[in-house]
């Protein structure tokens, strides 16, 4: 069935370094939306892409849908204490039967 | 009103117990999810609502009941559940289907003693 791979698991870095986090299908994906968890929170939706070698920005955050639409990433410039959270990518089935997630990102920084 | 209210907030319940979980929302939406997640694990999808009608039942053990009352409403009745059953139950809304994003509440904490 649909896979999302997600890599790093974890990722630590010094406040106002770059953050990234990229997700992979062997499949075509019907689209990707990205997450981002805070701990002890629940899911909140930052985006959806659907178009190949889509790109978004929003502030300090850049999506990307790959040309192929197998894979996306999330860039995060200057990071900042508050990006602290798990970040998931998801994707929902060409049937719609179900939403994919991947093993998300977790991203702590340091002041 | 963008919010996904969900109560109990914390829940324990021994095995032999029936507790009911629920979820409210009022933005419209007709798709409805309930989603289990572990500690450090992405949200696992359980059951999802279109029209007030159960579309999707992952292959949930019949100790999770789900049942969606109206269009703005989704309970999780549980049952004779097992300590493994412990987890995150998050409740999540949509305009549907899947392809759209999806608003999350807070989750109830349960855990089975």
């Known amino acids: 069935g649909q896979q999302v791979m997600q890599i790093p698991q974890y990722q630590h870095v010094q406040e106002g370094e770059d953050f990234t986090t990229y997700c992979n299908s062997s499949?075509?994906?019907?689209?990707i939306q990205w997450y981002k968890q805070r701990p002890g929170g629940h899911p909140v939706f930052l985006i959806q892409l659907v178009k190949s070698g889509e790109v978004k920005k929003q502030k300090r955050l850049t999506f990307q849908f790959g040309e192929a639409k197998k894979n996306s990433s999330l860039h995060i410039t200057a990071t900042q204490t508050t990006d602290v959270g798990t970040y998931f990518c998801?994707?929902?089935?060409?049937?719609?039967?179900?939403?994919?997630f991947g093993k998300g990102t977790t991203l702590s920084v340091s002041s | 009103d963008t919010e996904v209210t969900q109560t109990p907030k914390h829940l324990v319940m021994g095995m032999t117990n029936k507790k009911s979980l629920k979820c409210e929302q009022h933005?419209?939406?007709?798709?409805m999810y309930w989603y289990k997640q572990k500690a450090k694990k992405p949200p696992e999808l359980m059951f999802v609502?279109?029209?007030?009608?159960?579309?999707i039942n992952e292959s949930v053990p019949s100790r999770f009941s789900p049942e969606c009352p109206n269009s703005s409403l989704l309970n999780l009745h549980l049952h004779a559940l097992q300590p493994e059953d412990s987890a995150l139950y998050l409740c999540?809304?949509?305009?549907?289907?899947?392809?759209?994003?999806?608003?999350f509440g807070p989750g109830t904490r349960l855990t089975v003693t």
């Open positions: 999540a809304s949509n305009r549907g289907p899947l392809a759209y994003e999806q608003y």
């Open positions: 933005m419209g939406h007709r798709a």
């Open positions: 499949t075509t994906l019907s689209n």
């Open positions: 998801a994707s929902s089935t060409w049937a719609g039967t179900a939403l994919i």
């Open positions: 609502y279109s029209y007030e009608k159960l579309s």
